[in-house]
């Protein structure tokens, strides 16, 4: 009986284990089918963020594609439209005596003698799209002042005029103008300074050359880009007079040219870049530094108005120590720099109120509007409006003196609005503005 329950035992193991391994492989089924699923989910999502990956790499391959052609075609329009300028300030950068001379004739070879320089210059740079450029001069003078001084040199016959030179010059080419600025007070700078202003903005405009190398009065206009490798890179400066003082300081940061064929090598003897006109002689010994800077009585300016100016400086209870006075030489010009023994720049002593002091440190003012009655800046952020009066402009003149000049203790500028020394006399500040050697200057002057 032993025999028949071992066998029945027998299979009844073989039985679970048969279902054991049918419960596994239904498992294993159901778990593939679930995984299956789930890749098939995931495929479904990746499908989906390909497609709109692919949407979107197509957006912007296009809107790149358009990009590209609206660059090319605005670098098409630029090149298409590139011109190089030429300003030329006519007062302190004269032609040839031998070609004003010649009158009409002269004119017409001074235009064509300049615009070969300048091809000249154009061609000799690396990039040959420049000498393709179109080129425009502006020329600007005071023809009657010019006129004037030609005659007395005797290079223009009592028949003639310089306006036969003009007239040459500037039909020599469509793109030649020779103005007459007016024989107003700086009109000619204004115009230079403005034309290059203009210029040297314009995307169009790929090259300026400038002349005005005897007049130290653009160094502040170029001193500005100095630090501008892409302004100095399209900049030229052309030399015909020696380069006044401050433009040599700077002229290295720019591209320099001779034009030898066009222009004289040294100044006119008597040329007269200012309207002259008659200061009063003061009352007292001698006037403050604040009536200095005010603007000379009467100039005449480019339209033919007169501006007044103060030529006394309200008093104050609450003043500074007595002043070391700075007088005014005849014909409107500023005094003589001081020096002392070791021939450095010492500043003149002021005399304003420390109210005023405290008040303007705060304004956030253009210095060189208030002090120079002038800004340059066509961007300036700071205050302009109606002009200081004269007692507070030397107290202005103190605030700016808060920053060292960049000339230096060698600054000759007499209408220098910046500080040449410390004015705290023991200062041991590490993070002082002004350098080591502007500290303990000598202020006794010789």
Not at 313 to 326: G, L, N, R, V
């Amino acid at each position: 009986m032993d025999e028949p329950d071992n066998k029945f035992e027998e299979l009844k193991g073989l039985w679970e284990t048969c279902q054991s391994q049918d419960d596994q492989k239904q498992a294993l089924i159901t778990s593939l089918f679930s995984h299956v699923q789930n890749l098939n989910e995931q495929l479904k999502e990746v499908k989906r963020e390909l497609k709109h990956q692919k949407g979107t790499n197509e957006y912007f391959l296009d809107k790149n594609e358009k990009a590209e052609s609206t660059i090319s075609t605005l670098v098409h329009e630029k090149e298409r439209h590139g011109f190089a300028v030429v300003l030329i300030d006519g007062d302190c950068m004269p032609f040839k005596d031998d070609l004003v001379k010649d009158g009409a004739q002269g004119g017409r070879q001074a235009a064509h003698n300049l615009k070969q320089a300048v091809k000249e210059q154009l061609d000799a740079t690396p990039d040959a799209k420049l000498s393709h450029l179109q080129v425009l001069v502006r020329v600007y003078a005071n023809l009657r002042g010019l006129d004037r001084v030609y005659r007395d040199l005797g290079v223009l016959p009592p028949h003639s005029s310089l306006d036969d030179f003009v007239r040459g010059f500037n039909m020599a080419d469509a793109g030649f103008d020779f103005v007459d600025a007016g024989n107003g007070k700086e009109c000619s700078d204004e115009k230079v300074r403005a034309m290059f202003r203009l210029h040297v903005d314009d995307v169009h405009c790929r090259r300026v050359f400038f002349g005005g190398s005897a007049d130290n009065g653009y160094a502040r206009l170029l001193g500005q880009h100095v630090q501008d490798a892409a302004v100095c890179g399209r900049v030229t400066l052309l030399e015909g007079p020696p380069f006044a003082h401050e433009l040599a300081d700077i002229k290295d940061r720019f591209r320099v040219a001779r034009m030898e064929g066009v222009f004289r090598q040294d100044k006119l003897p008597t040329v007269k870049r200012r309207v002259s006109f008659h200061v009063t002689p003061p009352t007292t010994p001698a006037i403050s530094f604040a009536s200095v800077i005010a603007k000379p009585a009467s100039p005449v300016s480019c339209n033919g108005s007169e501006s007044s100016s103060s030529g006394s400086i309200a008093t104050s209870a609450t003043t500074t120590t007595t002043t070391t006075t700075t007088t005014l030489k005849p014909g409107g010009s500023w005094a003589v720099v001081r020096k002392n023994a070791a021939d450095q720049r010492v500043d003149t002593h002021l005399d304003y109120a420390q109210a005023d002091f405290q008040q303007l440190k705060q304004r956030r003012l253009c210095n060189n509007f208030h002090l120079l009655g002038e800004c340059y800046y066509p961007t300036c952020h700071y205050g302009h409006g109606d002009r200081l009066r004269a007692d507070k402009r030397t107290a202005l003149l103190a605030v700016s003196r808060l920053s060292p000049c960049p000339r230096g203790l060698r600054c000759t500028e007499p209408r220098c609005i910046y500080g040449h020394r410390c004015s705290r006399g023991d200062c041991s500040s590490p993070s002082c503005v002004f350098p080591r050697e502007m500290h303990g200057v000598d202020v006794k002057t010789v």
